[in-house]
């Protein structure tokens, strides 16, 4: 299919000479459509493929000059040729300087001109280097991720994946040596692009370098990963040779399409927070609250991986969808592998895409009562699971069948050793060694389950609280915050959502 061409002129009579010239059948260029106005084309230019554009210097509205400007400003990758009925200098310089590739008279413009300067346009593209090249896709992809331009990479078959890398500058650089510096960096990770990944990087922002990778044949999202990593390695060593600069990364999740992939980067931006004079780039979980959940994990207890959970989503501002969905992305992997190694089943586990519109939809506190209650549920069915492995011994066991069967009334220990048949002290004890929680714990984590399932069904307060064990809406109130991070009113309104 030969270069597609745009003809912008507001005589349709023009237009009508040039769609009549005889070397459109050759197939080598064709017309993919025509505009009597700036407005018109610049819509055009947005919707279709166009290579060359072929536009009159002389409009009414915005004339040739500026809409010269603004295309080469929104797609540098699009040759221009300017016709005019007048020879003026100044138009001529002006749309030179925007990028147009020849100047033609009207009354000069004949078919074999029109078709030899067609060709030294493709010629000189056919002669562009690789530099030349990535710069323009630099930019087009810039405009698609950033300012609503087309997608220069619709008929790509990669998977796509990305890495945001912060590197400063320096106050040292004038102006157009940071542009040197920045097309240095560009450079350095373009550079190692091989047959079966390429790397295009792009400069956002003050410090921002989007380094989007292509895979034309990896589909192993570990192998990606680690493709990436080791590729971020070597630019921040050069980086660090060439120009004495630390480098810090952020990889983004992998996505499916590349509309969801941009979203992301959008929302990412969007997100960014100052703290401490600093932003924040790796949005996760901590060593240490990995650690925690895992720590619970060994010795299961619901409520306090509820807890966990809670604290770890009420660090996150409300409108803060990147952090949410990144914490939320780990947690819910976090909570795969403990399924897969106990072999659990799990109805509920969104990936991908799916995770990302799952968090976007819902606020902090419903994901995080969300998440809380798929780690609760987890949780509970392991130490199910450890009791029945294990084996409590008679005394342990008939305590926890009493609870069960008891806590909406006011437990006593005395009261419960009596009718197991021991002292206070030694159910005490032997409950604490083999469950490792105390007495009290245990019935405060059934009553808060309860609490929750009757909060869920639209209980009142006071009602939840008598028929969960608990004699008053306060006592309630104290042990559920305790064990849930969130009140039962909070707990209530966000369970509607």
Same mark, same amino acid.
């Given at each position: 299919?030969?270069?597609?061409?745009?003809?912008?002129?507001?005589?349709?009579?023009?237009?009508?000479?040039?769609?009549?010239?005889?070397?459109?059948?050759?197939?080598?260029?064709?017309?993919?459509?025509?505009?009597?106005?700036?407005?018109?084309?610049?819509?055009?230019?947005?919707?279709?493929?166009?290579?060359?554009?072929?536009?009159?210097?002389?409009?009414?509205?915005?004339?040739?000059?500026?809409?010269?400007?603004?295309?080469?400003?929104?797609?540098?990758?699009?040759?221009?040729?300017?016709?005019?009925?007048?020879?003026?200098?100044?138009?001529?310089?002006?749309?030179?300087?925007?990028?147009?590739?020849?100047?033609?008279?009207?009354?000069?413009?004949?078919?074999?001109?029109?078709?030899?300067?067609?060709?030294?346009?493709?010629?000189?593209?056919?002669?562009?280097?690789?530099?030349?090249?990535?710069?323009?896709?630099?930019?087009?992809?810039?405009?698609?991720?950033?300012?609503?331009?087309?997608?220069?990479?619709?008929?790509?078959?990669?998977?796509?994946?990305?890495?945001?890398?912060?590197?400063?500058?320096?106050?040292?650089?004038?102006?157009?040596?940071?542009?040197?510096?920045?097309?240095?960096?560009?450079?350095?990770?373009?550079?190692?692009?091989?047959?079966?990944?390429?790397?295009?990087?792009?400069?956002?922002?003050?410090?921002?370098?989007?380094?989007?990778?292509?895979?034309?044949?990896?589909?192993?999202?570990?192998?990606?990963?680690?493709?990436?990593?080791?590729?971020?390695?070597?630019?921040?060593?050069?980086?660090?040779?060439?120009?004495?600069?630390?480098?810090?990364?952020?990889?983004?999740?992998?996505?499916?399409?590349?509309?969801?992939?941009?979203?992301?980067?959008?929302?990412?931006?969007?997100?960014?927070?100052?703290?401490?004079?600093?932003?924040?780039?790796?949005?996760?979980?901590?060593?240490?609250?990995?650690?925690?959940?895992?720590?619970?994990?060994?010795?299961? $207890?619901? !409520?306090?991986?509820?807890? @966990?959970? /809670?604290?770890?989503? %009420? #660090?996150?501002?409300? +409108?803060?969808?990147?952090?949410?969905?990144?914490?939320?992305?780990?947690?819910?992997?976090?909570?795969?592998?403990?399924?897969?190694?106990?072999?659990?089943?799990?109805?509920?586990?969104?990936?991908?895409?799916?995770?990302?519109?799952?968090?976007?939809?819902?606020?902090?506190?419903?994901?995080?009562?969300?998440?809380?209650?798929?780690?609760?549920?987890?949780?509970?069915?392991?130490?199910?699971?450890?009791?029945?492995?294990?084996?409590?011994?008679?005394?342990?066991?008939?305590?926890?069948?009493?609870?069960?069967?008891?806590?909406?009334?006011?437990?006593?220990?005395?009261?419960?050793?009596?009718?197991?048949?021991? $002292?206070? !002290?030694?159910?005490?004890? @032997?409950? /604490?060694?083999?469950? %490792? #929680?105390?007495?009290? +714990?245990?019935?405060?984590?059934?009553?808060?389950?309860?609490?929750?399932?009757?909060?869920?069904?639209?209980?009142?307060?006071?009602?939840?609280?008598?028929?969960?064990?608990?004699?008053?809406?306060?006592?309630?109130?104290?042990?559920?915050?305790?064990?849930?991070?969130?009140?039962?009113?909070?707990?209530?309104?966000?369970?509607?959502?």
């Amino acid at each position: 299919m030969g270069a597609g061409i745009l003809l912008v002129d507001d005589e349709k009579i023009f237009r009508d000479y040039i769609k009549a010239m005889s070397f459109w059948e050759k197939g080598d260029y064709r017309i993919v459509d025509e505009a009597g106005n700036a407005e018109e084309a610049l819509r055009i230019l947005g919707q279709k493929e166009i290579s060359i554009v072929i536009l009159d210097i002389s409009m009414p509205g915005e004339n040739g000059v500026e809409l010269s400007r603004c295309i080469a400003r929104k797609y540098p990758q699009i040759s221009m040729i300017v016709v005019s009925s007048y020879d003026d200098y100044d138009f001529v310089r002006e749309t030179l300087k925007n990028g147009a590739r020849d100047y033609i008279l009207k009354s000069r413009l004949s078919e074999e001109m029109l078709f030899h300067v067609l060709e030294e346009i493709e010629k000189r593209k056919k002669d562009r280097t690789l530099w030349d090249v990535k710069k323009e896709l630099r930019h087009r992809a810039h405009e698609w991720i950033f300012e609503e331009g087309m997608n220069p990479f619709t008929s790509d078959n990669s998977r796509k994946a990305v890495m945001v890398e912060r590197i400063d500058a320096g106050k040292k650089y004038s102006e157009s040596g940071k542009e040197t510096f920045r097309d240095g960096i560009c450079r350095i990770f373009e550079g190692m692009s091989t047959d079966k990944m390429d790397i295009l990087a792009i400069y956002h922002g003050e410090r921002e370098f989007i380094i989007l990778v292509r895979f034309y044949e990896e589909t192993s999202e570990s192998t990606m990963r680690e493709a990436m990593e080791y590729t971020h390695m070597r630019g921040a060593d050069s980086i660090r040779s060439l120009y004495e600069r630390k480098t810090s990364v952020y990889y983004c999740p992998f996505f499916f399409s590349d509309n969801s992939l941009k979203s992301y980067i959008l929302h990412l931006e969007g997100d960014r927070r100052e703290e401490n004079g600093q932003e924040r780039m790796q949005l996760s979980l901590t060593i240490y609250q990995q650690k925690k959940i895992l720590s619970l994990i060994e010795k299961p $207890n619901a !409520s306090e991986a509820g807890k @966990v959970i /809670h604290e770890i989503y %009420g #660090q996150i501002e409300d +409108e803060n969808i990147s952090l949410c969905f990144m914490v939320t992305k780990e947690l819910l992997e976090l909570l795969e592998r403990i399924t897969i190694e106990y072999g659990i089943e799990l109805d509920f586990l969104p990936k991908d895409f799916g995770l990302f519109e799952y968090a976007r939809e819902k606020r902090r506190k419903k994901l995080s009562e969300n998440i809380a209650g798929l780690y609760e549920n987890v949780l509970r069915e392991l130490k199910e699971r450890q009791e029945k492995e294990r084996g409590y011994s008679g005394i342990v066991s008939d305590a926890i069948a009493y609870m069960d069967d008891h806590f909406r009334k006011n437990v006593t220990l005395s009261g419960m050793a009596s009718v197991i048949g021991t $002292n206070s !002290s030694y159910l005490s004890r @032997v409950f /604490h060694l083999e469950t %490792g #929680q105390t007495i009290t +714990e245990y019935l405060h984590e059934r009553r808060v389950e309860e609490a929750k399932k009757r909060l869920r069904e639209g209980c009142s307060m006071k009602t939840a609280a008598l028929e969960s064990g608990f004699s008053s809406y306060a006592g309630l109130y104290k042990i559920f915050k305790e064990h849930t991070g969130t009140s039962p009113k909070e707990f209530q309104r966000d369970s509607k959502k």
